[in-house]
């Protein structure tokens, strides 16, 4: 894969976000961040909807800040968590390029 990222560069930030959303519990707190009312959520709210105690959604969550998918944001005793569009665009760029190549190559395989 030629990118202007250097290949390694581009498979190691790929490796990272594949890690993170490779957790059934980090994709179910994607999906009920992205499907619900509220714009953000604390960690008791997600460790609610998670059905796990505190520390298990703290360390998902931090998990999915580590790579840039969620932003926090202290607001009193609370952190609430929201996405980061900015990154979630980028992290999109990188796998549409990965797809890109893979999609390219299936093609000459086949003429």
Do not use: W
Not at 3 to 18: A, R
Not at 70 to 79: H, S, T
């Amino acid at each position: 894969m030629n990118s202007e990222h250097g290949d390694d560069d581009l498979s190691e930030e790929l490796e990272e976000l594949f890690k993170a959303l490779g957790n059934i519990n980090r994709l179910i707190l994607i999906y009920n961040l992205a499907s619900g009312e509220k714009d953000k959520f604390s960690v008791t709210e997600m460790a609610k909807m998670m059905g796990c105690t505190q520390p298990a959604a703290s360390q998902h969550l931090k998990v999915l800040k580590t790579v840039k998918i969620l932003d926090a944001e202290k607001q009193g005793n609370y952190i609430y968590y929201t996405f980061n569009q900015n990154a979630l665009l980028k992290h999109k760029e990188k796998i549409d390029f990965l797809f890109k190549c893979v999609l390219t190559k299936c093609k000459q395989l086949e003429e």
